[in-house]
């Protein structure tokens, strides 16, 4: 049911796309038939896998809390409850029914809205998640390309960084950069008012926390130091499968310049399972950047990232905040699960040998 | 035997050698392989698999990849505004902007030498668009043009499709759009019919003749295939371990063949007319090209073997008009 339900709204929105088009090139649809029936496949491919369809929907649910979570906390962040009432530390969650006015997942510490600090954390986590990979990424894909297509001793040279940079634990080389930048970053904050009120809204927090967002920003960097290594190798391996497919060497005989065989020929051609493997990334991108504010090395107070509210919940663990460490826990995992279940299914799509028995059926509800 | 780069000319090569350094040992791939080719002719390379036909094109434009290397040798080739430029001697730039402008290839195998992401017309875009700055729309039509050149129906919805959208045939004639696509002064195919049956192949010939004739161009065609030859050729050189044997008119070669190599060669091409009980084969394999047989490369095949064969190389001497051979035989 939700599986067709899926698949009506992603033709929907495909059909959408071409009528737009349509408008513009009278004939686009005659002459991209082939492109439509692929991306038309691909939907259905996706809808028919249920885990692909849960992954999806919790990643959706995660980017739409990311999005307005901030905007929509019923308490901000920066408030401290307990000054007034020493007894709203740590209250329990409750059943609605008989919550007269409690906070309905409890409260941590400070005696702060939990589901306010989740919200909030959402955003953080969500884009720091982000950008490593999108940051990370990038530089891995480039070294790997450079590297895998060049060979000899270019290859050598980044080869051996990458190594160098593998061979250290990445989060112990997160925790050096995490413990060096934070000062600087501040420095750059202090200096510059736009960048400051750039990051802050963009972690939806307040600018006046700008030591703290030096420090997450620190965080930040320093994963996208420590990650690109796993893609220059990944990459790597596949351009060196793909440059010696025959297209190839046909694009080195009609004269293309080196950029455009990798930018148009290898790099698309290598781009799905550096896709799923970037999707499993900002799982992990998640986890690692929590645990660095779990070790301390984040922002502090008041900043709400999740792994900071674990460590320091984790003080008064089990007796008082049980609560708070089972629920921000769950948030982690949550956001960890949905980015991995779509990895999974994304595998699986992009990959036109396995999704063969799929375009089978689809070929034959078509008829 | 050096020869003067006449106004006939569009391309010399002198001396041309490549080597493969392997772990294996030092592959001489191609020695001392001199040919030319005039204006508006086609030249067959004929030769068994590894003697070395690919790797003497390649070389050409100097696609040699590492471990290979074009030890000595002089390309000389006719550009298009008449200037004559040793190709070994200018810049990787500059021969870059030659590859697929003036020396294109069509390649041996159409499945794979289309990038299944991109659609037929992207592919010739592309070509057309590194090498010159023509408008978008510009392009798109000369695609068209060329696609309905070479023979595709509905050129106009072809050009949308993807290279697994397509048959064999249909897909060595887009091959062939895109090395045709910046009218190139060398068409270099090599083995372009080897995967196609034989109907196709026929169309295809006719087709590569054709166009050869209509637009002014030259064309080397590498082959193992004699029929071919005979009904496509202008001249052919005959390969053998990484050396020309024979060359000549394809009249002379076919009458007349001088080398026992290429006597042989003929001999083995079967005859439909007769009942053949056993093939006709050369004995004995190609030799190994890491360590060549020392004089002349035949000879432990040659049934004609002398003294001076083991010992000395033959030097490439004028038979007849237009006939050279490299044998001790005809000294």
Redesign the interface.
């Known amino acids: 049911m939700i599986r067709d339900l899926i698949y009506v709204l992603l033709e929907k929105t495909i059909d959408l796309y071409i009528k737009i088009r349509t408008r513009f090139d009278k004939e686009y649809m ?6 439509i029936r692929e991306w038309k496949l691909i939907a259905y491919a996706y809808s028919r896998s249920s885990i692909g369809v849960l992954g999806g929907l919790i990643v959706f649910i995660t980017i739409i809390l990311a999005v307005i979570g901030p905007l929509v906390a019923p308490q901000p962040y920066w408030v401290y409850p307990i000054m007034e009432n020493p007894e709203t530390r740590y209250l329990p969650p409750c059943i609605p029914p008989i919550c007269s006015g409690r906070p309905l997942l409890g409260t941590d510490e400070w005696g702060r809205d939990l589901l306010s600090i989740i919200l909030y954390g959402f955003r953080i986590s969500f884009v720091i998640s982000i950008v490593i990979v999108l940051l990370g990424a990038p530089i891995g894909i480039i070294l790997g390309l450079i590297s895998g297509y060049k ?2 001793l270019v290859d050598e040279t980044i080869m051996r960084l990458t190594d160098i940079f593998i061979s250290f634990p990445g989060l112990i080389l997160a925790i050096a950069f995490a413990s060096v930048l934070p000062q600087r970053i501040r420095e750059v904050l202090e200096a510059n008012i736009y960048l400051r009120d750039f990051f802050s809204y963009l972690f939806g927090l307040r600018p006046q926390e700008y030591g703290q967002l030096a420090a997450l920003l620190s965080v930040w960097f320093a994963m996208v130091i420590v990650w690109w290594p796993g893609y220059a190798r990944v990459v790597r391996g596949s351009v060196l499968s793909v440059r010696e ?3 190839i ?9 080196t950029w ?1 065989i990798m930018t ?2 290898i790099l ?2 290598i781009i799905s399972p550096v896709l799923v493997m970037m999707t499993f990334d900002l799982a992990t991108a998640t986890l690692a950047a929590a645990a660095l504010s779990f070790l301390g090395l984040g922002p502090q107070e008041p900043v709400p990232e999740l792994g900071y509210v674990i460590s320091k919940a984790g003080n008064f663990f089990p007796e008082k905040s049980l609560h708070v460490v089972a629920i921000v826990g769950s948030v982690l995992l949550f956001i960890a699960l949905g980015w991995n279940l779509l990895g999974d299914s994304l595998r699986d799509i992009l990959d036109p040998k396995t999704r063969r028995s799929i375009e089978y059926r689809f070929e034959r509800r078509r008829r | 035997m050096k020869k003067e780069f006449t106004d006939k000319h569009v391309l010399m090569v002198n001396n041309l050698t490549v080597k493969f350094y392997t772990y294996a040992g030092v592959v001489h791939a191609v020695s001392k392989v001199s040919f030319e080719v005039y204006k508006n002719e086609i030249v067959a390379l004929v030769g068994e698999t590894g003697s070395g036909k690919t790797v003497t094109t390649r070389a050409i434009t100097r696609l040699i990849e590492s471990p290979g290397r074009i030890e000595e040798g002089e390309i000389l080739f006719r550009r298009r505004n008449n200037k004559i430029v040793d190709l070994m001697k200018i810049s990787d730039e500059e021969i870059r902007r030659i590859r697929g402008d003036e020396i294109a290839y069509i390649f041996q195998d159409p499945t794979s030498a289309l990038d299944p992401l991109y659609t037929i017309g992207e592919h010739i875009d592309e070509t057309i668009k590194d090498h010159r700055f023509i408008d978008k729309k510009i392009i798109r039509k000369i695609s068209i043009d060329l696609l309905r050149k070479v023979g595709i129906p509905n050129p106009e919805i072809r050009i949308k499709n993807y290279p697994h959208e397509m048959s064999g045939g249909m897909r060595q004639r887009s091959v062939i759009s895109i090395s045709l696509s910046n009218e190139p002064v060398l068409l270099i195919a090599d083995e372009p019919t080897t995967n196609l049956d034989v109907t196709i192949q026929a169309q295809i010939l006719d087709l590569l003749k054709e166009l050869v004739k209509e637009r002014g161009m030259s064309m080397i065609l590498i082959t193992h295939n004699l029929g071919i030859v005979a009904e496509v050729a202008d001249r052919v050189y005959i390969m053998y371990a990484g050396k020309i044997v024979e060359s000549g008119d394809v009249y002379k070669i076919f009458s007349r063949p001088l080398h026992p190599y290429t006597q042989m060669l003929l001999r083995a091409v079967p005859n439909p007319l007769k009942k053949i009980i056993k093939l006709e084969t050369i004995p004995g394999t190609i030799p190994s090209l890491i360590d060549p047989p020392s004089g002349c490369r035949f000879h432990p095949r040659c049934p004609f073997t002398k003294d001076i064969c083991t010992k000395q190389e033959p030097p490439m001497i004028e038979a007849e008009k237009n006939h050279y051979v490299a044998c001790w035989l005809y000294k």
Do not use: C, D, V, Y
């Not at chain 1, 005659?30 to 492109?35: F, Q, T, Y």
């Not at chain 1, 060497?249 to 310049?257: H, I």
């Open positions: 005659i002459k991209n038939s082939s492109r060979g000899g497919q025959p297209f060497e046909a694009a080195k005989l009609l004269g293309l310049s455009k148009r020929h698309p051609n």
